[in-house]
């Protein structure tokens, strides 16, 4: 029997890593446009880490976590989320002296829940994380981060943005009390883990997936109600930054989000084109977070999308670019074994010309047709043949793969060629 790979942790194939490769190099150019820095932590943490910054009494760290004592008996965590791991590398290192950070991050995250489509054990957040900053601005800069991403990407129709402010800690001590009062009204009613959550935790409530619960709700006080004027100051800020930056958003007085740690300003986009598994990016306010790990009191907003999501949602909705779904833009086919040597030379003269481009040399000999099957499959739009005709004269045949005319050209016609086919990427 042959081993297969752990339930819930996927490969990504080379058909699938083209749409992968796309998010990440558009995601990358943005957070450059933007004057941010790239961090990279372990996916292993201490235990406590988690604990402590996501908060005992969340579904991430009650249920979903795989964690594991080392061969010295130290409890170690793979990262179920990477902001956490992320506050720690700051404090340990001293990034938040006397400094603001506008960070990013890329990599795989674990949790231990049901393996469905858009949900598994193993998977792949982006996000972003700045600290120092309190200023509602720095939001903004971030939702319009991700709303030029999913705009570069092709997916800004089919998404929508939902905020909220939860307020500061002092807001939602007074939100709590009431929260608590109405809940316990409907107690009975109220899914098991929700029962069990009202004295500890009853914020999280909000945040349940049971839909009965979430039908109680909607008759529950809202936190927004609740809010200071500097909280009510602060969101009204972001909702100001994002109407002038033409973004456009749904208040949604029930969005809390799953993390302990979060304050004031958080958000999630969402799609309805991916069932159940809807949200393909949250984030939030953490003012309290660093000080709570144990570093200098220091504001910070950041938000993380799921990969897998936003992939699904770009293949649903087709806009993966073609070169980032073939393996090459020429092909080159030798139809002699003597023609082997010219063609690799071609093909090293054009890799030198032309470093974007993708050239691939057909090996293994065969007849023309075979090989053009391969060339076809290579995604290639450009076909180039030389044959013992061709050999003497240095000429080369140029074929077009995706209809137009065949030509035999001189060598440096073919460069020419190539250079006019630039700005199409290369396609004819
Ligand atoms: P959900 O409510 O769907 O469980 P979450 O609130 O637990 O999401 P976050 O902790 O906010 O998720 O993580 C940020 C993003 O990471 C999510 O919006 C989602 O796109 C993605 N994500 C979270 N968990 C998974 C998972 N198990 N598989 C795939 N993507 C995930
Ligand atoms: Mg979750």
Same mark, same amino acid.
């Given at each position: 029997?042959?081993?297969?790979s752990? #339930?819930?942790?996927?490969?990504?194939?080379?058909?699938?890593?083209?749409?992968?490769?796309?998010l990440?190099?558009?995601?990358?150019?943005?957070?450059?446009?933007?004057?941010?820095?790239?961090?990279?932590?372990?996916?292993?943490?201490?235990?406590?880490? +988690?604990?402590?910054?996501?908060?005992?009494?969340?579904?991430?760290v009650?249920?979903?976590? /795989?964690?594991?004592?080392?061969?010295?008996?130290?409890? =170690?965590?793979? $990262?179920?989320?990477?902001?956490?791991?992320?506050v720690?590398?700051?404090?340990?290192?001293?990034?938040?002296?006397n400094?603001?950070?506008?960070?990013?991050?890329?990599?795989?995250? +674990?949790?231990?829940?049901?393996?469905?489509?858009?949900?598994?054990?193993?998977?792949?957040?982006?996000?972003?994380?700045? +600290?120092?900053?309190?200023?509602?601005?720095?939001?903004?800069?971030?939702?319009?981060?991700?709303?030029?991403?999913?705009?570069?990407?092709?997916? #800004?129709?089919?998404?929508?943005l939902?905020? %909220?402010?939860?307020?500061?800690?002092?807001?939602?001590?007074?939100?709590?009390?009431?929260?608590?009062?109405?809940?316990?009204?409907? @107690?009975?009613?109220?899914?098991?883990?929700?029962?069990?959550?009202?004295?500890?935790?009853?914020?999280?409530?909000?945040?349940?997936? %049971?839909a009965?619960?979430?039908?109680?709700?909607?008759?529950?006080?809202? =936190?927004?109600?609740?809010?200071?004027?500097?909280?009510?100051q602060?969101?009204?800020?972001?909702?100001?930054?994002? !109407?002038?930056?033409n973004?456009?958003?749904?208040? %949604?007085?029930?969005?809390?989000?799953?993390?302990? /740690?979060?304050? #004031?300003?958080?958000?999630?986009?969402?799609?309805?084109?991916?069932?159940?598994?809807?949200?393909?990016?949250?984030?939030?306010?953490?003012?309290?977070?660093?000080?709570?790990?144990?570093?200098?009191?220091?504001?910070?907003?950041?938000?993380?999308?799921?990969?897998?999501?936003?992939?699904?949602?770009?293949?649903?909705?087709?806009?993966?670019?073609?070169?980032?779904?073939?393996?090459?833009?020429?092909?080159?086919m030798?139809?002699?074994?003597?023609?082997? !040597?010219?063609?690799?030379?071609?093909?090293?003269?054009? @890799?030198?010309?032309?470093p974007?481009? $993708?050239?691939?040399?057909?090996?293994?000999?065969?007849?023309?047709?075979?090989?053009?099957?391969?060339?076809? @499959?290579?995604?290639?739009?450009?076909?180039?043949?030389?044959?013992?005709?061709?050999?003497?004269?240095?000429?080369?045949?140029f074929?077009?793969?995706?209809?137009?005319?065949? =030509?035999?050209?001189?060598?440096?016609?073919?460069? %020419? #060629?190539?250079?006019? =086919?630039?700005?199409?990427?290369?396609?004819?």
């Amino acid at each position: 029997m042959a081993i297969q790979s752990v #339930r819930g942790m996927p490969d990504i194939l080379p058909e699938q890593a083209g749409a992968w490769r796309y998010l990440e190099q558009t995601a990358q150019r943005i957070f450059n446009a933007y004057g941010l820095t790239q961090i990279r932590t372990p996916i292993v943490e201490d235990t406590a880490l +988690f604990a402590r910054s996501i908060g005992d009494v969340t579904d991430i760290v009650e249920k979903e976590m /795989y964690t594991f004592e080392d061969r010295s008996g130290d409890s =170690l965590t793979l $990262r179920p989320e990477l902001t956490a791991g992320v506050v720690r590398a700051a404090i340990e290192h001293g990034l938040l002296h006397n400094q603001t950070q506008r960070l990013w991050y890329q990599g795989p995250a +674990f949790r231990y829940e049901r393996p469905q489509k858009g949900r598994y054990r193993q998977f792949h957040q982006i996000g972003v994380e700045c +600290f120092g900053i309190a200023d509602a601005r720095m939001d903004v800069d971030l939702l319009e981060m991700t709303d030029q991403l999913w705009k570069t990407l092709g997916i #800004r129709s089919s998404v929508t943005l939902e905020i %909220n402010s939860i307020g500061s800690p002092e807001a939602r001590g007074a939100y709590r009390l009431a929260l608590v009062d109405f809940l316990a009204s409907v @107690r009975d009613q109220l899914d098991a883990d929700s029962q069990a959550r009202l004295e500890r935790s009853p914020l999280r409530i909000l945040d349940s997936k %049971n839909a009965s619960t979430q039908a109680l709700l909607a008759d529950a006080p809202s =936190l927004i109600d609740y809010l200071t004027d500097d909280d009510r100051q602060h969101f009204e800020l972001l909702k100001e930054g994002l !109407s002038e930056a033409n973004i456009d958003f749904v208040v %949604n007085p029930r969005l809390v989000r799953g993390l302990d /740690y979060y304050g #004031r300003t958080v958000f999630e986009w969402t799609t309805q084109a991916l069932g159940a598994q809807g949200t393909i990016c949250g984030g939030g306010r953490y003012d309290g977070l660093v000080e709570h790990l144990g570093g200098r009191a220091t504001p910070g907003v950041g938000f993380a999308l799921g990969m897998e999501r936003v992939v699904l949602l770009m293949e649903a909705l087709q806009v993966i670019p073609d070169t980032y779904q073939t393996q090459a833009d020429v092909y080159l086919m030798p139809q002699h074994p003597h023609c082997e !040597s010219a063609i690799r030379q071609l093909a090293r003269a054009l @890799r030198t010309q032309f470093p974007e481009l $993708r050239v691939m040399t057909h090996i293994g000999g065969g007849s023309l047709k075979s090989q053009l099957k391969k060339a076809d @499959r290579s995604g290639a739009g450009i076909g180039l043949i030389i044959g013992e005709a061709e050999l003497d004269d240095r000429q080369v045949v140029f074929k077009p793969l995706r209809g137009g005319e065949q =030509l035999t050209l001189a060598e440096v016609e073919i460069f %020419n #060629r190539i250079s006019e =086919l630039k700005d199409t990427s290369w396609t004819t």
